[in-house]
């Protein structure tokens, strides 16, 4: 069974600054996706960003960027020029080729955004 | 397009009533998911289903908790009798088998917007 571990509860950053959050992951498996969630406040589950675990290039989507270390199971997103509207619980997650569809979350870290 | 349709949106009633949560998921997906989210828990899988039979229901807390997908255009998750420990937001999710991830919208699991369940 996979396992999504996030380590940290709660981070704060102050607006424009940087925060990266980390995510480990268990699995067996080779092949495989990964996968932020945001969920603001009004509890959307929003896809922030996703990683194959065939490409060696880490993904990026504007100012958010992930760190992919497969070796490491380590799967770290980076939020740049962090803005009040990302204040939000993020979401780790995977999803195996064996188990397609299915999504393993991790517990959630609490981003808050401060002026 | 219409997203995954959740009703109601928020739900408040006594321990012990009958709760029924509804999902509609999105036209032409062949996967539907119920998940919990509580603070102690995070987010949990209950159920899931393919072509609306259920493949994995190791999630479902106990008999009190069932799940229905009586077609592919419609979800029940129901809980007889309720108790205030199901306080919980109940969130429905739908996906079709591959596509989703080769191109489109790139989302492995379209998620509704949730049920806010308060069992007093």
């Known amino acids: 069974a996979q396992t999504v571990t996030q380590s940290q509860p709660e981070m704060s950053v102050q607006e424009a600054e940087t925060v990266t959050l980390s995510c480990t992951y268990d699995?067996?498996?080779?092949?495989?996706?990964l996968f932020w969630y945001k969920q603001p406040p009004s509890r959307q589950m929003i896809l922030v960003i996703r990683?194959?675990?065939?490409?060696?290039q880490n993904a990026t989507e504007n100012r958010f960027s992930v760190n992919f270390q497969k070796a490491a199971k380590s799967f770290s997103l980076k939020i740049s020029d962090s803005q009040l509207g990302d204040t939000a619980m993020y979401f780790c997650?995977?999803?195996?080729?064996?188990?397609?569809?299915?999504?393993?979350f991790g517990a959630g870290t609490q981003v808050v955004v401060t002026p | 397009d219409a997203g995954v349709i959740q009703s109601p949106r928020h739900e408040v009633t006594e321990m012990g009533q009958e709760v029924t949560l509804r999902c509609k998921p999105i036209?032409?997906?062949?996967?539907l998911f119920w998940y919990r989210q509580t603070m102690m828990r995070g987010l949990e899988l209950l159920i899931y289903f393919n072509n609306n039979v259920p493949i994995d229901d190791s999630g479902m807390p106990e008999d009190r908790f069932s799940a229905k997908m009586p077609n592919a255009s419609f979800s029940t998750l129901k809980i007889q009798p309720s108790e205030p420990r199901d306080s919980a937001v109940y969130f429905c999710?739908?996906?079709?088998?591959?596509?989703?991830?080769?191109?489109?919208?790139?989302?492995?699991?379209?998620f509704g917007d949730g049920t806010r369940l308060s069992i007093l």
């Open positions: 997650a995977f999803m195996g080729y064996d188990s397609w569809g299915k999504l393993q």
């Open positions: 036209s032409g997906h062949d996967y």
């Open positions: 990683q194959e675990a065939y490409k060696q």
């Open positions: 699995t067996s498996e080779n092949n495989y996706y």
């Open positions: 999710a739908s996906s079709f088998f591959g596509t989703d991830l080769v191109g489109g919208s790139n989302q492995p699991q379209h």
